[in-house]
């Protein structure tokens, strides 16, 4: 499952603890009637929660998937094995910048 999918189970999760209406007592939209960027604002917090689920399980976890991506991007065929401890290093400080509260 992605941070897609999980924003919006978390969104409807959302709607229905709280009886379908806002802090503001107004009624909340379904996902599909929400504002596009409300729903970016969802996934990215379940993208932020599977990130710190990876570090529970696996700590380098995050850092692959950021090397991997920006490897596709890049065309960089460096498998992650083979990087240097630095480098790994490093990936895994931008990886944990990148969901730490700002």
């Given at each position: 499952m992605t941070g897609r999918d999980l924003g919006r189970v978390a969104y409807e999760a959302y709607v229905?603890?709280?009886g379908g209406?806002?802090?503001?007592?107004?009624?909340?939209p379904d996902w599909a009637g929400q504002k596009p960027a409300i729903r970016e604002h969802w996934r990215a917090a379940a993208d932020a929660v599977l990130i710190l689920a990876d570090l529970a399980d696996d700590p380098e976890a995050p850092a692959r998937r950021a090397y991997r991506a920006h490897?596709?991007?890049?065309g960089n065929d460096v498998p992650w094995g083979a990087t240097?401890?630095?480098t790994?290093?490093?990936w895994a400080a931008a990886a944990a910048a990148a969901v730490e509260p700002r």
């Open positions: 229905q603890s709280c209406l806002s802090v503001h007592g107004d009624k909340l490897a596709g991007v890049t240097t401890k630095d790994r290093a490093a």
